[in-house]
């Protein structure tokens, strides 16, 4: 049976740490940031971790483990 292939476009939108945890980015960053105030800007470019079990269906596409 042959590997099963890399989804592209979840390897570039998602990372796995070395935890095993997937993290990924906040949407609502690309523009449009003049109208948040500081704080939720701050916020939005810190990264995010995908819960379990969504995760677990990432980590399945991106053919890790």
Not at 3 to 16: D, E, G, H, N, P
Not at 22 to 47: A, D, E, W, Y
């Amino acid at each position: 049976m042959p590997k099963q292939k890399t989804k592209k476009a979840v390897s570039k939108r998602f990372k796995l740490t070395k935890n095993g945890k997937v993290i990924r980015r906040h949407q609502m960053t690309g523009h449009f940031m003049c109208g948040k105030s500081p704080k939720r800007r701050r916020n939005l470019r810190r990264t995010a971790v995908v819960p379990g079990g969504i995760a677990k269906n990432l980590v399945k596409l991106m053919g890790k483990r």
